[in-house]
């Protein structure tokens, strides 16, 4: 890959948009959707300005660092008194929406794309965690519901770490890597292990960082320029500690955010102004990345069934189990809709997809291999265009 190129025209395309975001913003055109065309435009599949050759390892470490600190970064603006508040909705739509979505993918994927169950399973947990950053101007949208962001943002900010351990257990029998397991006891204590590990770790970073970080703040002890800084040191201490130890970094990432004790004005504050920045570029970067290698390499793979199966992956696959958990709740119809349409794919399956390239190889694809690649590429693509659209047409809903 010629990096020279690369960097011009990400700084080219970021100066763009930076430019002219708003007017862009209100034609429906997102940041997510432009930078991913933009790395269509110039891969090998339209102008070839670059290869669309890049290190998987390295692509995966990018993106463990964007989904990290963007959980940190938007669990850090979620107010505990509003969980408190609100939270038996974000807890119905993870211990109830979440199980349901991956059971009625696995099931809708054995029969359409004629996958084993074990291949079946695999795709519907990489298709199951949602991104909240691909509709994110929608959450900044005072005219929501507040109870309707919050949810939203706790959903998508849990439930990448808890399908994590899922699909790390699929992968273990779908291959003897790193993730196997000696019995079929270990997976239900590597699964507390890393729920309860991350879990401690994140709020212990959380709750000392933030108050470290206030404490210095009020003796004058750093910059402002430090202050922002110290959203990407507690975010990353966060999830390379509990990964150390073996826990689930993404779980202690958002944890880690949301228990920051700190007097929510200079912290919360400087991690606001981290998030809408530093944290924006990465995951931009990762979308720029997956329309340039990931799209490239899927659109040969792509068939009829494919797109019927992305199509109700976002739509039926998603939808019916959130209004099934949503059920008794007192929410309006609109508002159920509402949590059940903005179930975005994006870095989480990223990652996920190439978590599972990594452990299994890429000389020992095994027979699912492209349709589960490109089923779950063609999913993230649909995703980033129709969610990132939906926003504007939500925005100028009648509330």
Known sequence: MDEITLLLILSTTLLFYGLLAKRIDQTGVSAPMLMTAVGIVVGPLMLNLIDGSIDGEGLEYLSELALAIILFTDASQVNRHQLMKYGVLPIRLLAIGLPLTIVAGWLLAVPLLGLSWLAAAWLAVMLAPTDAALAQSIFSDRRISLKLRHTITVESGLNDGLALPVLLMILALMSAGEYGFKSHTEWPLFMLQQFVMGGLIGIGCGRWGGLLVQWASERNNMSEVYQRLSAISLALLAYSAAEQLGGNGFIAAFMAGLFMEAKRTVV???????GEAEGALLSLLVFFLFGLIFVNEALPLWNWQQLVYALLSLTLIRMIPVMLCMAGSGLPFGHKAFLAWFGPRGIASILYLLIAIE??????????????????????????????VSTHIWKRWPK
């Open 268 to 274: 919360v504050g400087r991690l606001r102004e981290f």
């Open 359 to 388: 452990s299994m190889g890429y000389a020992d694809r095994i027979s699912a291999y492209d349709d589960v690649f490109g089923t779950t590429v063609l999913t993230v693509l649909l995703s980033i265009v129709l969610h990132g």
